[in-house]
T-cell receptor
Framework: QKEVEQNSGPLSVPEGAIASLNCTYS??????FFWYRQYSGKSPELIMS????GDKEDGRFTAQLNKASQYVSLLIRDSQPSDSATYLC???????????FGTGTRLKVLA | DAGVIQSPRHEVTEMGQEVTLRCKPI?????LFWYRQTMMRGLELLIY????????DSGMPEDRFSAKMPNASFSTLKIQPSEPRDSAVYFC?????????????FGPGTRLTVL
């Protein structure tokens, strides 16, 4: 079973701090990696996609990918209470367009 | 574009009844996905289509579930007969794989309650 693992949290950080969310995956051939944010009662919305090793920055968000360690992370700088949500890591399995989602990490940003 | 459209948004039914969930993907997208989300199991892929053809239905829980995509702008997920354990939020998502992208866009979901 190809899996994506996340710590369920909750991860609590004070407003203005950096939130660090982590994800590991088991399919070494995976090529596409995504972070989605899901507010309670809403659908997942894409935050970041990353395809190559290294860092990818978009505003306050930075995705980091390390294929050798099978590890993806998301950093949120200057965390805001509006960032409080569940963050889902998703991986596209090798040779398919099948996506495996982690169970998500609940982030709470404390004002 | 209006995004992925799902209907109904909420469905309450009794055990044994047939349930049909509907999805209209984003125009031009070539992949369509059906997911189920529960607190216990998270977001699970049920089935996905490429250009209206089912590619992988290994996530469909059992024969009570069926999905069709008669054309590029419409898909259905049917449960017959429904059971209380089918209660969940069902999401449809679509993606376009041209230009090296493969981002999925989710619909608002259908919250299904089977009594």
């Amino acid at each position: 079973q190809k899996e994506v693992e996340q710590n369920s949290g909750p991860l609590s950080v004070p407003e203005g701090a950096i939130a660090s969310l982590n994800c590991t995956y088991s399919d070494r051939g995976s090529q596409s990696f995504f972070w989605y944010r899901q507010y309670s009662g809403k659908s997942p919305e894409l935050i970041m996609s990353i395809y190559s090793n290294g860092d990818k920055e978009d505003g306050r968000f930075t995705a980091q990918l390390n294929k050798a360690s099978q590890y993806v992370s998301l950093l949120i700088r200057d965390s805001q209470p509006s960032d409080s949500a569940t963050y889902l890591c998703a991986v596209r399995t090798s040779g398919t367009y099948k996506y495996i989602f982690g169970t998500g990490t609940r982030l709470k940003v404390l004002a | 574009d209006a995004g992925v459209i799902q209907s109904p948004r909420h469905e309450v039914t009794e055990m044994g009844q047939e349930v049909t969930l509907r999805c209209k993907p984003i125009s031009g997208h070539d992949y369509l996905f059906w997911y189920r989300q529960t607190m216990m199991r998270g977001l699970e892929l049920l089935i996905y289509f490429n250009n209206n053809v089912p590619i992988d239905d290994s996530g469909m829980p059992e024969d009570r579930f069926s999905a069709k995509m008669p054309n590029a702008s419409f898909s259905t997920l049917k449960i017959q007969p429904s059971e209380p354990r089918d209660s969940a939020v069902y999401f449809c998502a679509s993606s376009f794989t041209g230009y090296g992208t493969d981002t999925q866009y989710f619909g608002p979901g259908t919250r299904l309650t089977v009594l």
